[in-house]
C-alpha cells in the first residue's frame, strides 16, 4: 500500500509550478551550507533550517525542478502511510491500520502537501515513525530517540507528541508489553524518559528561536478560532464534503460505542435479588472486579494515544495562537493527520464492524480521489495554494518574450510575482529584469533585493517590456501612471491565477502602441 501511495502521488508532482513557499525552498537549496546557516539562525526560518539542509543536499543529487524537490514530500506521505497501518494494526487490528492508511493517503490536505516542496509532509511521516517507535513489539529506545529527533528537526510542534506518548506508556494498561502490576514496568518508565529527554530539549531551543523571530509570522494572526481554520483546512485544505464524511463518521461512531457500552452495563447490573449470595462471593467479586478494571485499562491506551495525538496539537496550538503569540496555520496541524485517519478507522470498526469500515474508507477515497485529480492540472493546483504558483508565468515569458527584453515586476522581492523569479531563475535568464538589484543568493537572504517600478523606468526606458502584477496590489495605479509617462503603452495582456501580464511598447504620436 505504501509503495502504491509514493506512486500516485509522486505522478504528475512535477505539473505545478512552484509556489511562494516552494519559491523560498528553491533558494534555500542553492544557498552554500555557511550562508545558509548564517540566514536561517541571524535573519528567518530557523526552525526550517534542519529541512532547508536536507533539500540542499537531495537538490545536488536531483536537481531543482518540481519533481525533483517535491519528491521528498511525495514519499514521505508514502512512509506515513505504511506507518499508521502497522500503528493501527498494533493497536486495534489489521483492518483498522489498513483502513487508516487507506483514509490517511487520500485525506485531501495530505495530496495537496505530497506536492509541496515543504517540511510538512515529512513531518507527519517522522511523527508516525516515531509513534511506531513507541507502540512496536521490540522497542529500541535509542530508535525512538532519532524518530523523535528528526520529528521535531523538521517541525517542533510535533514535539507534543511526548504528552499521548507519555500516557500510552503510564495509562494502566501497556508498558512496553509489560501487564499493569509488573515490577519492571517503572524501569520502562525511566527508559521512556531518557529517550524523550533530548527530543525535548531540542524542541525547546527551536521553540526559543521560533519566539526570537516571531515578527517574521505576524501574518499567522490571519488565522482564528472558528471551525474552518481548525478542523476543516489542517486535514482537508478546502474540501467540505471529505471534512463531513470524516468528522461524521468519527462522531456517529463515538455516539454508538457509548450506546452500547450503556446497554452493556445496564445488562451487567445485578438483579435486586442477588444481593443474598455477595457474602459468600466476597473474595471471588473482589477478584472479579479487579479483572474487569484490568481489562478496561489494558483497552484503555491505544485510545487515549490516539485522542491525545489528534486533540492535545490543536488545543495547545489554539490556546497559544489566542493567548501568547500568532503560533497557528492549518499546515502546522499535519503531523496529526494520522491521528485522525486511525480515529475514523477506529471508531468506524467498533461503531459498525468491517462493513462500516470498509463503507466509510470508501466514502473517504471516493471524496479524495477528486481533489487528487484536481491538484495535479495546474491550475488545480493553484487555487489549492491561493493561486500564487509561477510556473504558467515563467513559461509564457519564456515562450513570449525575445531575448533582451525587459521583464518590469511590480511588488516587493518577498511578496508578489517578483517571487517567482527566485525560483525560475533560469527561465529569466535571457530577459533583464529591470526591478533586480541583488539576488537573494547574494546577499543571504529568502528574497530578492528589488527596487520600485518608478525607480527602474527612470534608470531605463526600454521601447518593449512586460509588466508582470498582481491586479490588487496597492499602488499599482501609481506604476501604471509611471509607464504611461515613460511613452509606454499596453498592447496585449495575458493572465494565470492572480499573476497578470501587459505587453507595453513605445507609443506612436496618437498614443497608440507601435505595431
Known amino acids: 500500500m505504501a509503495l502504491a501511495f509514493g506512486a500516485l502521488h509522486s505522478w504528475r508532482a512535477g505539473a505545478p509550478g512552484f509556489t511562494w513557499d516552494e519559491s523560498v525552498t528553491v533558494i534555500a537549496s542553492r544557498m552554500p551550507p555557511p550562508d545558509l546557516a548564517k540566514m536561517c539562525f541571524g535573519y528567518h526560518d530557523a526552525v526550517h533550517f534542519f529541512y532547508y ?3 540542499r543536499l537531495w537538490a545536488g543529487a536531483f536537481g ?27 493497536l486495534k487490528n489489521t483492518a483498522v491500520g489498513v483502513g487508516a492508511g487507506l483514509a490517511l493517503g487520500f485525506l485531501p490536505a495530505v495530496a495537496a502537501h505530497a506536492l509541496d516542496a ?32 528528526g520529528a521535531v528537526s523538521l517541525s517542533f510542534y510535533t514535539a507534543m507528541l511526548l504528552v499521548p506518548h507519555a500516557l500510552w506508556l503510564v495509562a494502566g494498561g501497556l508498558a512496553g508489553g509489560l501487564a499493569a502490576g509488573d515490577p519492571a514496568r517503572p524501569v520502562e518508565r525511566r527508559r521512556f524518559g531518557r529517550a524523550a529527554a533530548p527530543v525535548a530539549g531540542v524542541a525547546v531551543a527551536l521553540a526559543g528561536l521560533a519566539l526570537g523571530q516571531r515578527s517574521q509570522v505576524r501574518w499567522l494572526a490571519k488565522f482564528g478560532v472558528n471551525v474552518e481554520d481548525q478542523l476543516v483546512s489542517p486535514y482537508f485544505a478546502a474540501d467540505g464534503r471529505s471534512a463531513l464524511i470524516a468528522w461524521g463518521s468519527i462522531v456517529v461512531g463515538l455516539l454508538v460505542i457509548a450506546v452500547r457500552a450503556i446497554a452493556r452495563r445496564g445488562r451487567a447490573a445485578p438483579a435486586p435479588g442477588a444481593a443474598q449470595d455477595r457474602a459468600g462471593g466476597a473474595a471471588e467479586g473482589h477478584t472479579g472486579g479487579r479483572l474487569r478494571g484490568l481489562r478496561l485499562r489494558l483497552r484503555l491506551p491505544g485510545p487515549l494515544l490516539v485522542a491525545g495525538w489528534l486533540v492535545l496539537p490543536q488545543t495547545a496550538v489554539v490556546l497559544a495562537h489566542t493567548l501568547v503569540t500568532p503560533s497557528f496555520a492549518p499546515r502546522y496541524l499535519l503531523f496529526a493527520a494520522p491521528a485522525l485517519a486511525l480515529a475514523l478507522a477506529w471508531t468506524a470498526r467498533s461503531a459498525l464492524a468491517n462493513a462500516g469500515l470498509a463503507l466509510v474508507t470508501a466514502a473517504m477515497v471516493a471524496s479524495g480521489l477528486t481533489g487528487w485529480l484536481a491538484l495535479r492540472d495546474g491550475a488545480g493546483a493553484g487555487a489549492a495554494f491561493n493561486g500564487d504558483e509561477y510556473g504558467p508565468v515563467a513559461r509564457h515569458l519564456a515562450d513570449a518574450a525575445a531575448p533582451g527584453d525587459t521583464i518590469l515586476f ?37 528574497e530578492d533585493a528589488r527596487r520600485t517600478v518608478g525607480e527602474a523606468l527612470d534608470a531605463d526606458r526600454p521601447d518593449r517590456l512586460w509588466f508582470v ?32 501580464i501587459d505587453q507595453y511598447t513605445a507609443c506612436r504620436p496618437d498614443r497608440g502602441p507601435v505595431p
Not at 533586480?436 to 543571504?444: F, K, M, N, R, V
Not at 498582481?470 to 496585449?492: H, K
Open 53 to 55: 539542509a536536507f533539500i
Open 64 to 90: 531543482r525542478g518540481e519533481m525533483a524537490l517535491r519528491a521528498p514530500s511525495a514519499l514521505a506521505v508514502a512512509v506515513a502511510v505504511y506507518f499508521t497501518v502497522l500503528i493501527g494494526r498494533r
Open 118 to 149: 515543504r517540511p510538512f509532509a515529512l513531518a507527519m511521516a517522522a511523527a508516525a515513525g516515531w509513534t511506531w517507535a513507541l507502540v512496536r513489539p521490540a522497542r529500541r529506545w535509542w530508535v525512538y530517540t532519532l524518530w523523535g529527533l
Open 410 to 446: 511590480t511588488g516587493e522581492g518577498w511578496n508578489g510575482p517578483a517571487k517567482g523569479a527566485a525560483a525560475y531563475r533560469d527561465l529569466y535568464r535571457p530577459f533583464t529584469d529591470a526591478t533586480l538589484l541583488a539576488t537573494a543568493e547574494a546577499i543571504g537572504r529568502f
Open 469 to 500: 502584477y498582481w491586479p490588487d496590489r496597492p499602488g499599482l495605479a501609481a506604476e501604471q501612471e509611471a509607464l504611461r509617462l515613460a511613452d509606454l503603452c499596453p498592447s496585449s495582456t495575458w493572465s494565470a491565477g492572480r499573476t497578470r
